[in-house]
């Protein structure tokens, strides 16, 4: 039985009014989430905020399937159960996104990514789920090493060899997701099994983080900080003090393995 302990912390950043990311940490389901929403006048937050409650929900209410549950999905044999429930919440998310915007034509075009983990402390599992931008990391052995791939055009260029990191953090179509939660077609969800071992610890941010803060300094935060809390509050001050120029939202889960 693994013992989980997690912190989160969202901040709008220097230079927005509002808060579009939006987050989700249910120690009792093993859930950690991130969100950053997109669109025009307030939509992005509408579109973060269903994505969460859609997503909290439909992993509440499979948290005893011992059944594979995925309605109204079809089941991906090729997924654990766990991999299956996000895929299928993500997908659900985005068909709330979609309804939303055929009751109120003023949320047209608003998105949002998600990024998700899944704990199973009693059988030592870990499952990780995407769509977009938003990050998830692992540090194991003080090193922190991002598991998922970006769903980001810039993202597609590093990893094809034709920009860097540091390019990237800089282009100016940096910004420019090519998958997230929109209400189009269901969405192709990167879904991933990790093991656990003591001592790892797991980082979800949004790119207001990991746009502005790089990877070597968000590990040597997280070292230095007493408690996950600390972690969480320095690295959105670190955020902030690279000019905050987008929301910040950021959760740690540390396991240890008794
Ligand atoms: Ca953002």
Known sequence: MWRVSSAVAS??????????????????LGLYLVADG???HAAGEVASRLAVDAVEAFIEDTRHADVE??????????????GNRLKAALRLANRRIAAAV?????????????????????????????????RIYRRRAGQLAQVTHD??????????????????????????????????????????QLDGRQGDLLMICSDGLSGVVGDDTCQAIITAAASLDQACADLIAAANAGGGPDNITVALIKIDVD
């Open 102 to 134: 055929v009751r109120d034509q003023a949320l047209k075009g608003m998105a949002t990514t998600a990024a998700a983990v899944l704990v199973d402390a009693g059988a030592g599992r870990i499952t990780v789920a995407h769509v977009g931008d938003s």
């Open 11 to 28: 901040h709008p950043g220097l230079r927005r009014e509002e808060n579009e990311d939006a987050f989700c940490v249910r120690g009792d």
């Open 151 to 192: 769903h980001s055009w810039v993202g597609e260029q590093v990893r094809a060899g034709s920009l860097t990191e540091a390019d990237a953090k800089r282009h100016p179509w940096r910004n420019v997701v090519t998958r997230a939660l929109a209400g189009g077609d269901d969405p192709e969800v990167d879904v991933a």
């Open 38 to 40: 997109m669109g025009g």
């Open 69 to 82: 549950r995925t309605w109204p999905f079809p089941y991906d044999p090729k997924l654990s159960l766990d």
